[in-house]
Nanobody, 128 residues
Framework: QVQLMESGGGSVQAGGSLTLSCAAS????????MAWFRQTPGKEREGVAA????????YYADSVQGRFTISQDKAKNTVYLQMNSLKPEDTAQFYC?????????????????????WGQGIRVTVSS
């Protein structure tokens, strides 16, 4: 089993920055990818960014490319999402996810269906 705990959400003005953290505990062999997803009412869940366990691969949604950076501290079993130049449309509930994925294509990794473990979610609000 893997447990995920998100932190770092909150409210910020447009153009500002926030960093989300996701601390993972449990069996590291149960996950080879960790990712951030977000969802707003009435919209489908969106894969925002993902990172492979070996740090060799990262993927980003087109909507955040160049503004968000995903990274990890393996010693702390923590994944970070640095969010810069935030826009009101970034307002969402953000979720950390982890899983052992067989398909490493961008569409599969950011698709979300294969992640077994999810955090409870954390709110990010960007005001104009």
């Amino acid at each position: 089993q893997v447990q995920l705990m998100e932190s770092g959400g909150g409210s910020v003005q447009a153009g500002g920055s926030l960093t989300l953290s996701c601390a993972a505990s449990g069996d590291p062999n149960k996950r080879n990818w960790m990712a951030w997803f977000r969802q707003t009412p009435g919209k489908e869940r969106e894969g925002v960014a993902a990172i492979s366990a070996g740090d060799t691969i990262t993927y980003y949604a087109d909507s955040v490319q160049g503004r968000f950076t995903i990274s990890q501290d393996k010693a702390k079993n923590t994944v970070y999402l640095q969010m810069n130049s935030l826009k009101p449309e970034d307002t969402a509930q953000f979720y950390c996810a982890a899983g052992f994925l067989d398909n490493w294509s961008r569409s599969s990794v950011l698709g979300g269906e294969k992640y077994e473990y999810w955090g409870q979610g954390i709110r990010v609000t960007v005001s104009s």
